[in-house]
């Protein structure tokens, strides 16, 4: 059983259970909790598979299942707050995060794949800073590598790239 931080929750990413994470917290108590996690969850079968949107729902209804079932980060979470219009929901409001990784770009992708209209708009996330600029100037390079990364689960250049448009991750 692999038990990861997902949306700011614990999760078994073999039955889909979670448990809230009382942030701020401190690291004793966090790894006690983990430990907890880890052990409640240990004999867990596969069960849980990744919800995937209905692409023929409207976009606000794809909005929506995003906030509840996407998988989440800073990045992402940009992406949503500035072609989304509303930040009001927001872990940090006002604090705008570029992918610092292939993985964060990836969940960037996922969301991109959620609500496809939107990648049409990406050019208005240039505005927020020279690296987000650099990025999306190479936006369909960066997607062509990682679904190359995620089919062969090999390094192929991509964190290379992110680098030289300015990402320290």
């Known amino acids: 059983m692999t038990a990861i931080i997902r949306n700011q929750k614990l999760f078994c990413d073999k039955c889909g259970g979670e ?4 942030y701020p917290i401190p690291i004793p108590i966090m790894s006690a909790m983990s430990k907890a996690f880890i052990k409640l969850h240990k004999d867990c079968r596969q069960t849980w598979v990744q919800p995937e949107a209905d692409l023929t729902t409207t976009v606000h209804q794809r909005m929506q ?6 998988e989440r980060g800073t990045s992402s979470e940009t992406i949503f707050s500035v072609l989304g219009g509303d930040s009001g929901w927001c872990r940090h409001p006002n604090v705008y995060c ?20 939107w990648k049409a708009d990406l050019h208005k996330l240039k505005e927020i800073s020279l690296v ?33 448009c300015g990402v320290e991750g």
């Open 19 to 22: 448990q809230e994470i009382p």
């Open 132 to 164: 987000w600029s650099n990025l999306v100037d190479n936006w369909p390079e960066l997607t062509q590598l990682l679904e190359e990364q995620m089919r062969t689960h090999k390094a192929n250049g991509m964190y290379d790239l992110m680098k030289s």
């Open 98 to 117: 570029h992918p610092l990784d292939p993985d964060d770009f990836r969940r960037c992708y996922l969301l991109l794949e959620t609500i496809p209209e």
């Open 65 to 70: 299942f995003w906030l509840t079932q996407g």
